[in-house]
């Protein structure tokens, strides 16, 4: 399990850098082939032992974040959120710039806000950053615009619990590492795509299925739980601790129904706990991944997260071992898989 | 003593109006060295006092306490809900980590925000007050120890911006700073009058640390050190700036001629200093302490500080040494 080191990266869309470089590092060695796209997703090879089909596990390293639009003249930088951020969660925060300097988002003090602000939703254009810089000069010997920031969540865990920033989809990321540490072969050939850009578009995705023509693909995703007072039960997308979620449709896609039933069945077979992820909003790559080239079969099996979109969310560490026992199985499974 | 280690030191600590104990216990440590003795009073406030050569009573106040929240429900599946201690704005509790002092230890909990996946128009057009803010608890092992009456405060650890300090109770930790680096000057300076340095509680709820002090220790003068809004405009006043020296403030709530004083005192010695106007009550304990007894001449000096009462309040440490040379000198003259 990588989600320490991996949430603890800054990735934000556009900018995998330091992610990719971490995963190319721990797993070069355990593959038959790895390769960087065009687009900077990471792509891993196990060759099968049959190899009449080709499976792609694919999991994206992007997180949500900012980027830097621009400097003021008093020294604070203007940002405008990479993904989808809520305003909510920005002010009092401390953010990394371009991987380096360090700043934080505050905001106008309680007692010089007036009766109308207070109660009032606060907006990205009332936000800046600000770095200790008094002057826009003395701020652009250390950021420039378009630096990328990340919020800077040290991760923790406890009581079965973990608790950081990026679970979506650091925790993807991390079981694809986990899956490919068994270091077993199994019939189909394997590759493992770490994707770029999701968070905007799924864009990294869009290249991936030319580069390998598969023929069936399952998206590994840290997604939305809900399970929260504040929402009513029936709302609830996810519920943390009663497995992965497993998703039948999501945005612009319907889940190919043997793919989706396919994955259930392992589950039932080897009595791993599971769940339906019971809310249709949000979308994954396997979208994406349905309607390239001349299309492909795509499944999603998810780690239920609370507060993602947000510098601390949190996962339960028996969902998490779950998926990756439930996607070990589904490769066992080899060429019964969805046939 | 490195003024950046004792700032980040002080902020660490937890103790919202009314739990300030530990922060307390701290303070008396570090300056009990350079005083005559410390003690507390009914209500709870440190005082560490230092005789002069002189005459006279100068008591030099600064608030060791900070906001922060009690937990006033529990709700099923290890989550509860919490209540301010001071004011808070609950635009920023969104996805921030938070301690809780239980009987058993201090509890781990976040601060729970809807997906933008699963928020709808009604959660984006309203600011949630803090019936709708929830902390969930399920992360921490002393989670199930948590009950009505708890303390929190957000969990923030200081970090440093080019030179300046930013993280939590720093209203008023940098004013409780400066007093004990002034206790410390005044080992090579020495003091005229008698000089009562004060801790003291609940300032952020108005509440009796200072004003009980003041009158049992018969002050006859009072300066007051807390923080005001640095870098930012308040229409009609003029911006007080980080980095420049602390604020000298002047109103109603101050007595002029002690006011003037400690400006020609500043100007002698070449303290940077800035002009505050506070045209009514100042909202520090001056406005109080001054009304004590038969009446206490006061002063008040703000350090200025950006983002009060969030998580990530910024001080420039360069004005808490200002402000430790500036309450320093003011015990050297009659």
Request: aromatic share 6%; net charge negative; proline share 4%.
């Amino acid at each position: 399990m990588y989600l320490k080191e991996l949430t603890e990266l800054d990735g934000v869309s556009g900018n995998e850098q330091q992610v990719r470089d971490f995963i190319n590092q721990r797993i070069k060695d355990k593959v038959d082939d790895l390769r960087v796209d065009v687009l900077g997703n990471l792509i891993a090879y196990k060759k099968g032992t049959k190899g009449r089909r080709k499976i792609v596990l694919a999991a994206h390293m992007d997180e949500v974040g900012f980027m830097v639009t621009n400097i003021e003249e008093d020294g604070t930088l203007a940002f405008s959120p990479v993904g989808g951020v809520e305003t909510q969660v920005m002010p009092g925060k401390v953010v990394r710039i371009n991987g380096k300097t360090i700043g934080v988002i505050g905001y106008k003090a309680i007692h010089i806000q007036d009766k109308e602000s207070l109660l009032k939703p606060l907006s990205v254009e009332q936000l800046r950053i600000y770095i200790g810089a008094k002057s826009k000069e003395e701020a652009s010997k250390q950021v420039k615009i378009g630096d990328y920031v990340a919020f800077t969540t040290a991760f923790d865990q406890e009581n079965g619990r973990v608790t950081g920033k990026a679970f979506d989809d650091r925790a993807g990321c991390s079981v694809l590492m986990d899956l490919i540490e068994k270091n077993d072969r199994y019939e189909d050939d394997l590759y493992f795509a770490f994707v770029v850009q999701e968070e905007v578009g799924l864009r990294g995705s869009a290249v991936v299925v030319e580069q390998i023509h598969p023929d069936i693909v399952i998206v590994i995703e840290g997604t939305t739980a809900g399970d929260d007072p504040e929402l009513p039960e029936y709302q609830w997308a996810t519920h943390l601790g009663d497995g992965p979620a497993v998703t039948f449709m999501h945005r612009g896609y319907v889940v190919n129904k043997k793919i989706y039933e396919a994955i259930l069945n392992v589950a039932v077979k080897y009595s791993i706990p599971h769940q339906a992820k019971r809310r249709t909003a949000g979308g994954t790559d396997a979208a994406r991944f349905a309607r390239t080239g001349a299309g492909t079969a795509a499944g999603v099996v998810s780690v239920p997260s609370r507060y993602i979109h947000s510098p601390v969310s949190m996962i339960d560490l028996n969902d998490y071992n779950n998926a990756v026992l439930l996607l070990q199985k589904i490769l066992e499974e080899g060429e019964a898989f969805a046939r | 003593m490195d003024v950046k280690e004792l700032i980040k030191e002080l902020s660490l600590l937890d103790g919202p109006s009314g739990y300030e104990a530990e922060v307390l216990k701290v303070i008396e440590k570090k300056i009990e060295p350079f005083v005559d003795k410390v003690w507390y009073n009914k209500v709870g406030t440190l005082v560490a006092e230092k005789k002069g050569f002189g005459k006279g009573k100068l008591g030099i106040f600064a608030h060791a306490d900070e906001v922060g929240h009690v937990i006033t429900k529990i709700e099923e599946g290890l989550f509860a809900r919490l209540e301010m201690i001071g004011g808070v704005d609950p635009k920023i509790m969104f996805a921030q980590r938070v301690r809780i002092h239980t009987k058993n230890g201090v509890a781990k909990g976040v601060v729970g925000v809807l997906p933008p996946h699963l928020q709808k128009e009604e959660h984006r057009n309203k600011v949630p007050n803090f019936d709708k803010i929830f902390v969930d608890l399920s992360c921490s092992e002393l989670g199930k120890y948590v009950s009505v009456g708890d303390i929190c405060v957000v969990d923030m650890k200081p970090v440093e911006l080019n030179g300046k300090l930013c993280g939590k109770a720093m209203d008023d930790r940098a004013g409780c700073a400066s007093l004990i680096l002034a206790a410390q000057l005044l080992q090579t300076l020495r003091n005229y009058q008698d000089v009562y340095f004060v801790f003291s509680g609940q300032e952020e709820v108005a509440g009796p640390g200072a004003v009980s002090i003041a009158y049992e220790l018969k002050l006859d003068r009072a300066i007051v050190v807390d923080v005001t809004h640095g870098d930012v405009k308040v229409p009609q006043f003029v911006q007080i700036k980080v980095g420049e020296g602390p604020a000298i403030c002047v109103g109603p709530s101050i007595d002029r001629e002690f006011q003037s004083k400690l400006s020609e005192i500043a100007q002698k010695h070449n303290v940077k200093t800035q002009i505050e106007p506070a045209p009514g009550r100042s909202g520090t304990d001056t406005d109080e302490i001054q009304l004590t007894g038969s009446g206490i001449r006061t002063a008040l000096v703000s350090i200025p500080l950006m983002y009060m009462h969030t998580p990530v309040e910024v001080v420039d440490p360069k004005d808490v040494e200002e402000t430790a040379r500036l309450l320093a000198l003011a015990t050297t003259v009659e």
